[in-house]
């Protein structure tokens, strides 16, 4: 009788706050061909002769501002997560991060010593896309066929509209929003626009339109943009929100990104007359620098300082009970199938 387990992969975080463990976790994140999707020459010149010669110490001021005593808020939530999850689920849970620790290849050994045979990966992204969602599966995949082939693997698919995950995120925000008063904006992490072309199955959907995303088809599974607008309008129609306007943040260099860009909208908003806002991130599970920092304390200014008077950044998933039932119910689907599947192999 096989063994199964569940492995939830999150982005990552610096070991510390200090400029070596900054570098070290950039230079990590950033030689990733799914992120930084250049020819490898190419991007180790832009990464280590322009990126990492300066950024370092720009980043590690912005994680000592967010930094606990327990350390970086990405990582601890996510622990707490799991040990939640643990205490609701009969097989054994793993966390790790893609990027930095606890390391991918940690997890599974602990798991392969655990007896697990059935490896279901859940990855804490809700959205598809290759920066985040496709680089951990792929990591997870490499790892699994060097350390433990002998594991099948089973991926849990974007859940960018199911009804647990959107029940959560409601929840969630039902007490930090007046749904009378209070302009809702919803902050996704943005991509590069070459990006959503890559991932597009179909070689001539994704922005070849301006209602693209509205047409549903065969682009949908790979294309992040679309999603997130499912996300806001599953959001929209289940909480009655009245005013609201999607952004994406956290844009890198001078190439295209989806538009519009959070920094210019928080700026619009206040000009235009928006005084109440609130800031929700639905493609983040777990509170980290782009929403506590990015969000919470600079785009707090952008708005303020634009002319809004009321700002507050609505907190992640993070443990929220609604949450920790969602992914229970991910598990429960995946203790229940099948174990026919091929090693290392994805239902399709």
Same mark, same amino acid.
């Given at each position: 009788?096989?063994?199964?387990?569940?492995?939830?992969?999150? %982005?990552?975080?610096?070991?510390?706050?200090?400029?070596?463990?900054?570098? !070290?976790?950039?230079?990590?994140?950033?030689?990733?061909?799914?992120?930084?999707?250049?020819?490898?020459?190419?991007?180790?010149?832009?990464?280590?002769?322009?990126?990492?010669?300066?950024? @370092?110490?720009?980043?590690?001021?912005?994680?000592?501002?967010?930094?606990? @005593?327990?350390?970086?808020?990405?990582?601890?939530?996510?622990?707490?997560?799991?040990?939640?999850?643990?205490?609701?689920?009969?097989?054994?849970?793993?966390?790790?991060?893609?990027?930095?620790?606890?390391?991918?290849?940690?997890?599974?050994?602990?798991?392969?010593?655990?007896?697990?045979?059935?490896?279901?990966?859940?990855?804490?992204?809700?959205?598809?896309?290759?920066?985040?969602?496709?680089?951990?599966?792929? &990591?997870?995949?490499?790892?699994?066929? &060097?350390?433990?082939?002998?594991?099948?693997? *089973?991926? =849990?698919?974007?859940? +960018?509209?199911?009804?647990?995950?959107? #029940? #959560?995120?409601?929840?969630?925000?039902?007490?930090?929003?007046?749904?009378?008063?209070?302009?809702?904006?919803?902050?996704?992490?943005?991509?590069?626009?070459?990006?959503?072309?890559?991932?597009? @199955? *179909?070689?001539?959907?994704?922005?070849?339109?301006?209602?693209?995303? !509205?047409?549903?088809?065969?682009?949908?599974?790979?294309?992040?943009?679309?999603?997130? +607008?499912?996300?806001?309008?599953?959001?929209? &129609?289940? #909480?009655?929100?009245?005013?609201?306007?999607?952004?994406?943040?956290? !844009?890198?260099?001078?190439?295209?990104?989806?538009?519009?860009?959070?920094?210019?909208?928080?700026? &619009?908003?206040?000009?235009?007359?928006? !005084?109440?806002?609130?800031?929700?991130?639905?493609?983040?599970?777990?509170?980290?620098?782009?929403?506590? =920092?990015? /969000?919470?304390?600079?785009?707090?200014? *952008?708005? %303020?300082?634009?002319?809004?008077?009321?700002?507050?950044? /609505?907190?992640?998933?993070?443990?929220?009970?609604?949450? /920790?039932?969602?992914?229970?119910?991910?598990?429960?689907?995946?203790?229940?199938?099948?174990?026919?599947?091929?090693?290392?192999?994805?239902?399709?």
């Amino acid at each position: 009788m096989s063994a199964k387990g569940v492995l939830l992969v999150n %982005l990552g975080s610096p070991d510390s706050p200090s400029v070596p463990d900054v570098r !070290r976790y950039l230079r990590a994140f950033l030689m990733d061909g799914r992120v930084l999707d250049a020819p490898w020459p190419i991007r180790f010149l832009v990464v280590h002769g322009l990126i990492l010669p300066f950024r @370092p110490k720009q980043s590690a001021e912005a994680y000592h501002t967010i930094w606990t @005593p327990e350390g970086s808020p990405l990582v601890v939530i996510s622990r707490k997560v799991q040990s939640a999850l643990q205490a609701r689920v009969s097989v054994p849970v793993e966390l790790a991060m893609r990027y930095q620790n606890p390391s991918i290849e940690t997890a599974i050994e602990v798991l392969s010593r655990r007896g697990v045979t059935e490896l279901h990966l859940i990855p804490l992204f809700p959205h598809f896309a290759m920066s985040s969602y496709e680089t951990a599966v792929e &990591r997870v995949r490499a790892v699994l066929a &060097r350390r433990a082939p002998h594991v099948r693997l *089973t991926v =849990e698919p974007p859940y +960018f509209d199911r009804e647990d995950y959107v #029940a #959560a995120l409601v929840d969630s925000a039902r007490d930090h929003l007046d749904y009378e008063q209070d302009h809702l904006l919803f902050s996704f992490h943005g991509i590069p626009e070459r990006h959503l072309r890559k991932s597009d @199955p *179909t070689g001539g959907h994704c922005l070849q339109s301006p209602d693209c995303c !509205r047409q549903g088809g065969p682009a949908l599974a790979t294309c992040y943009r679309a999603q997130c +607008f499912r996300t806001v309008d599953a959001f929209v &129609r289940k #909480a009655a929100v009245i005013r609201y306007s999607v952004s994406f943040q956290s !844009r890198l260099g001078r190439d295209p990104w989806l538009k519009p860009y959070t920094d210019l909208e928080l700026e &619009r908003l206040a000009r235009e007359g928006v !005084r109440r806002l609130r800031v929700i991130c639905p493609a983040f599970v777990s509170d980290c620098l782009e929403t506590i =920092e990015e /969000i919470g304390i600079r785009g707090r200014e *952008t708005f %303020l300082s634009a002319g809004g008077t009321d700002f507050a950044l /609505i907190p992640c998933l993070n443990e929220h009970p609604s949450w /920790i039932h969602a992914l229970e119910n991910m598990v429960a689907r995946f203790t229940r199938s099948s174990s026919a599947l091929a090693p290392n192999a994805s239902p399709s």
